[in-house]
């Protein structure tokens, strides 16, 4: 008999995003409940479940994925542990949500999307901005003709670097803001376009700021050329002073539209003494600040869980899967080896060999 009521909810990783799932699923109860969580950091993730009323915590995701109740898992993790907990999830028989980079490289995708087929799991991913309400405005818009033919399509995600250590490590992020970030635009543009193939990508990195930190770009700008003939431009940084931005535009032979996820959803906020809680990516709450209220919401991440847990429940059609982040990854690829040759690389585009893609633009120094 098909399972019912809510889906029973595992989060592994208890840092920045294991908080947005868990407090998704908080915002948005009726479709999933989180049961438990998984870190090897046992206090962050005994704190989290207090917050959320979370019963059960381990610091071994293998040993949470034993328990049999368990139906859909959310991976949290470093990129680079992704491909691993996939595979792990899935012999567990359990629907994965995958955070975005969907991983590493193009063989580990293949292999997760490969390993959950054949366990007849779900393999969906966490890719918000297909369920950020502005955005889906926008695309609604498009869709129905309000800007004639939709010719070119723009994301952008700028702030001052990221929260966490790993972000740093190539070895454990992939890359530098492009995989971090650019896997946002690169997948917006897509989904907003209606899917089409990409034909081309050419990007332009650097490493303006964060060269002592990283062997990672901190900046990139990256032109998308698709089958139907339209353009996406993708610019995203880590070297952005003055707080985090987030926005796109639509061009259309009859209109456009223009997005800015947290301008509209802010209060233009002046304090010479600064205020209790961080705004997101904003070095300091003091001068001027755009505190933005229902950010989770804003940005989608509650729907998009909520859309996932209805999935399992086979109540929705997937609209974020694997294909998507593989799709993605081999843009990634194209991006890395564009900067690294100076060159628009085509479509499709497998290299053998890659272990990171940050490789394709600067091969490491042995
Ligand atoms: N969709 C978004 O907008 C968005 C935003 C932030 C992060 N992310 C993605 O979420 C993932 C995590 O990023 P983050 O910002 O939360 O990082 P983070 O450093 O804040 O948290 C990472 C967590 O992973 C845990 N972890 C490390 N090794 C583990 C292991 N072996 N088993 C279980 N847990 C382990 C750490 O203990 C930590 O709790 C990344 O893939 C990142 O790209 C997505």
């Known amino acids: 008999m098909a399972a019912a009521g809510r889906v029973k909810v595992g989060i592994i990783g208890s840092g920045f995003e ?3 799932h868990a407090e998704s699923f908080r915002i948005m ?3 999933a409940e989180v049961v438990a969580i998984a870190s090897p950091t046992a206090g962050h993730a005994a704190r989290l479940a207090e917050r959320y009323g979370i019963p059960r915590v381990f610091t071994d995701y293998r040993e949470m994925l034993r328990e049999p109740d368990i139906e859909m898992v959310t991976i949290t993790a470093p990129n680079s542990l992704h491909a691993q907990m996939t595979v792990d999830i899935a012999n567990a028989g359990k629907h994965v949500v995958c955070e975005k980079p969907l991983c590493m490289t193009l063989d580990e995708a293949d292999l997760m999307i490969e390993t959950c087929k054949q366990r007849g799991v779900l393999l969906l991913y966490a890719e918000e901005l297909y369920f950020t309400p502005k955005y889906v405005k926008a695309k609604e818009m498009a869709d129905q003709g309000a800007f004639g033919k939709v010719y070119l399509v723009k994301q952008s995600e700028k702030h001052f670097g990221p929260h966490a250590d790993w972000f740093w490590d190539v070895e454990q992020s992939g890359g530098g803001v492009f995989m971090d970030m650019g896997c946002h635009g690169i997948a917006f543009c897509h989904w907003f376009l209606g899917r089409p193939a990409i034909k081309s990508v050419y990007c332009q990195m650097a490493t303006h700021v964060y060269g002592d930190k990283t062997r990672g770009e901190d900046d990139v700008i990256c032109v998308i050329e698709f089958a139907n003939g ?9 070297a952005r002073r003055g707080g985090m931005q987030d926005r ?6 009859e209109g456009l539209t223009l997005a800015d996820l947290h301008m509209g959803n802010a209060l233009p906020t002046y304090s010479e003494h600064g205020y209790g809680y961080a705004v997101e990516k904003a070095p300091t709450t003091k001068g001027w600040t755009w505190p933005v209220f229902e950010e989770l919401w804003n940005y989608g991440f509650p729907q998009e869980m909520h859309h996932f847990a209805r999935c399992v429940r086979g109540a929705e059609e997937p ?48």
Do not use: C, N
Not at 230 to 238: H, P, Q
Not at 248 to 253: A, L, M, P, T
């Open 230 to 238: 339209a353009t996406g431009l993708v610019e995203d940084s880590w």
């Open 18 to 20: 294991a908080d947005i």
């Open 319 to 366: 609209q974020a899967t694997g294909e998507d982040g593989r799709i993605v990854m081999e843009a990634l690829y194209a991006g890395y080896h564009s900067a690294g040759t100076g060159r628009k690389v085509a479509l499709p585009f497998r290299p053998e060999g890659v272990r990171i893609p940050i490789d394709l633009w600067k091969p490491k120094q042995q």
């Open 29 to 31: 109860p009726d479709a």
């Open 248 to 253: 796109i535009e639509v061009h259309g032979s």
